[in-house]
């Protein structure tokens, strides 16, 4: 049976796109600023994915009882943040793809790059500063979720390049589970629901609810990205780079506590390689020591919290129905 969840971003993904293009067209008759800021951020949008972090914002605006059309401009701003980490971390991770094209700092350069990101996380509270449909204390209360939305993903980017650099496999479960909650629960999933309803309307209880289903479905949605990464689809462009990354993920992490293989799958991971060889030998070490079971255990048994944080709190039925798909399309997805 079809996943209404999945049915639902492929119908509206691209519902937003001309308001997000909105934001970098005709903004200056300037051919040189055209040239090394607006078009190349133009095109940048225009290439977008799924956009289920703004989708999601406008169905909680609609469960709570609110316009969905009053949710947009904060939609936006956390699709102008996605867009923003993802141009910061391909020039981070040194990435060479971007949904299928070559990376922003490749096509522009790393300093035009950097330029453009600092744009689109500007763009995470002008959005929401310049919108007239919301009234002041709904605006500022947004920008507080959207600051400290932020300042949470920065926290977790901070943990997660910092391990690489200094070279850290000292690292416990509870260390994974933290810097992927800041990295990416917040802003995958808890911050989209909670600004949508707030701009809504939603009851307190209504808003944390929604919050805490989203920290955990946004969480489980990292896990998946973990594991479609080490046992997805051999098509995929960015098949095993964890591994050559060294990545400390889930998998990883639960690999490492298993003495008989830790000095083993340090060296695979600190070496770069890309070999298919060692790749297969990491992923076998992660199934040798029950790691990728772990992993997808972990994920369900968020995806079933998430589903219990919503019982009993009155929400719109058919958005209650495509959240509850949405938790399953988080851990079910295919590379």
Partial sequence: MANAFAAYLSEHHT????????FFTGKTEHADLERYLYAPLRTFTENGGKRHRPLICLAACKAVGGDPARARSAAAAIEHFQSAALIHDDIADHGQLRRGKPCLYLTEGTGLAINCGDLDLTLVTDAVLNDPALDDATRVRVLRELTAMTERTIEGQA?????????????????????ATLKTA???GAVPLACGAIIGGGSEEQIAALRSFGLDTGLAFQIQDDLINIVGSDHAKDWRTDITEGKRTLVAVRALADERFHDELEVILSSGTSASADLDRAVWIFQETGAIEFARSYA????????QALA????????????????????ERLS
Wanted: aromatic residues 14%; hydrophobic residues 45%; charged residues 35%.
């Fill in 15 to 22: 519902d937003l796109d001309d308001y997000l293009l909105s």
């Fill in 159 to 179: 943990l997660d390049l910092g391990w690489v650099r200094d070279g850290r496999f000292d690292l416990t479960i509870e260390d994974y589970l933290r810097m």
């Fill in 186 to 188: 917040h802003y995958s």
């Fill in 300 to 307: 369900a048994d968020l995806t079933a919290r998430a589903k």
């Fill in 312 to 331: 009993g709190i009155e929400l719109d039925a058919e958005s209650r129905a495509l959240f509850l798909d949405m938790a399953d399309f988080f851990i």
